[in-house]
């Protein structure tokens, strides 16, 4: 009986011990780290915190055992306490970016101290991670977007005018070019041969200062306003303004609508479909005739719309370079190398995808996902 006794006091002094060494090296943690930390029980009480945590609380040792909301703070509009009440309550892990009085940034994360047996918090440990120098890095990176923006928005208003102009000129100098050849009886191939030149690199000019115009307004996150669309409806749109292309070539256009309707910007909806079956008629060999099958489906909740075509196709390495902006892979071909830069940012400023699966000689395929509404 004696030595049972012995041997439950000496086990009991064992953990007594074990308990002591573990909390002087929870103490020396608390001290000697550079993490601002803090423990809030569910009673909202401050059981501990490191020394770094006095940047954003007037805290001495004395605090210790008092209540959170007695605390004075440095945090700009603080809702700290509140901000660990919902913490306790719903058991969630809160982030929050908080700035303190001295204008530094900080990463505020309150995780829930869980009661496994009972799932519950019995507190919360609060660390904050000084985001100044990325929040810094973020304005100028923001301020140079804006700057690129007006940028491109101004050169593309301001080139319209002379544009208009010179489009104004050429069709005077076509008109008395006519004039003259009638007079004279002859055609001078070579004068129509520059006036078509010149036709086509207005034609080409104004496309690209349509398209910086978009670039502004995509990259600026402008949100067109959204409208129940028929697919049909603006596939139908496209093709007749592809119709030459089309007629040209004798491509095949198939359609596969197993997903009818959605709302979407009409706009964007048409230049996504634009950009894409005109890639699918471009880029073929030559002397195909090209086929091309659209189809709309729902899949995980997204609407799917593919073009497919039997083109050139596009290798793994050049892939990537796909949706870069003004980037073209083939320069035979006739284009500004803005299309897919702008369907990509269509798509991904409604927090869509698009991908592309490819082989070359035998044709690719655009996937674009869009957030269903119904």
Same mark, same amino acid.
């Given at each position: 009986?004696?030595?049972?006794? /012995? ?32 423990? $809030?029980?569910? %009673? ?9 945590? =006095? ?21 700009? @509009? !603080?809702?700290?306490? +509140?901000?660990?009440q919902q913490v306790i309550d719903t058991g969630q892990i809160l982030e929050k970016e908080i700035q303190t &009085?001295?204008? *530094?940034? #900080? ?19 609060? &660390? ?10 973020? *304005?100028?990176?923001?301020?140079? %977007? ?26 005077? /100098? ?9 007079? +004279?009886?002859?055609?001078?191939? +070579? ?15 104004? &496309? ?13 996150? @402008? ?38 309707? =959605?709302?979407?910007? *009409? ?6 479909? @634009?950009?894409?079956? !005109?890639?699918?008629?471009? @880029? ?15 899949? %995980?909740? =997204?609407?799917?719309?593919? $073009?497919?075509? %039997?083109?050139?196709?596009? &290798? ?9 902006? #003004? ?10 190398g803005i299309g897919l830069y702008l369907v990509k940012k269509i798509v991904e400023n409604v927090g869509g995808?698009? *991908? ?12 674009? !996902? ?5």
């Open positions: 009986m004696i030595l049972l006794y /012995l041997t439950v006091e000496k086990s009991s002094n064992q953990q007594i011990k074990e308990l002591i060494e573990l909390n002087e090296e929870l103490e020396n943690y608390f001290s000697n780290t550079i993490i601002p930390q803090l423990f $809030v029980d569910a %009673n909202l009480i401050l059981r501990k915190f490191t020394p770094p945590a =006095m940047k954003q609380f007037s805290f001495s040792p004395d605090h210790i055992g008092r209540p959170i909301a007695e605390m004075v703070d440095h945090i700009r @509009y !603080s809702t700290i306490t +509140e901000n660990i &009085t001295d204008l *530094r940034w #900080f990463q505020m994360n309150i995780i829930p101290y869980l009661i496994k047996k009972h799932n519950k918090a019995n507190g919360v440990i609060i &660390t904050f991670v000084d985001i100044t120098d990325r929040i810094k890095t973020l *304005r100028e990176v923001e301020k140079l %977007n804006a700057s690129h923006e007006t940028f491109i928005y101004s050169v593309s208003h301001d080139l319209k005018v002379p544009l208009a102009n010179i489009e104004g000129l050429v069709e005077l /100098l076509m008109v008395t070019s006519r004039e003259l050849m009638a007079e +004279e009886g002859k055609e001078n191939q +070579e004068q129509k041969n520059i006036a078509d030149f010149l036709v086509q690199s207005i034609k080409t000019m104004r &496309t690209i200062i349509n398209d910086l115009s978009e670039i502004a307004k995509i990259e600026g996150n @402008y949100q067109e306003k959204g409208e129940k669309l028929r697919f049909a409806d603006i596939i139908q749109e496209v093709v007749w303004t592809l119709q030459d292309k089309i007629h040209e070539s004798q491509a095949q256009i198939q359609l596969d609508i197993q997903e009818p309707v =959605m709302e979407f910007s *009409r706009k964007n909806l048409r230049s996504i479909l @634009y950009n894409l079956l !005109s890639n699918a008629l471009k @880029y073929q060999p030559p002397g195909q005739v090209p086929v091309i099958r659209i189809k709309t489906e729902k899949n %995980n909740g =997204m609407v799917q719309l593919a $073009v497919k075509d %039997n083109g050139v196709g596009i &290798t793994a390495e050049k892939k990537e370079l796909l949706f870069t902006r #003004f980037t073209r892979l083939q320069t035979d071909r006739e284009g500004t995808e698009i *991908r592309v699966e490819s082989t070359p000689g035998e044709g690719s395929e655009f996937i674009v !996902s869009l957030q269903a509404t119904a």
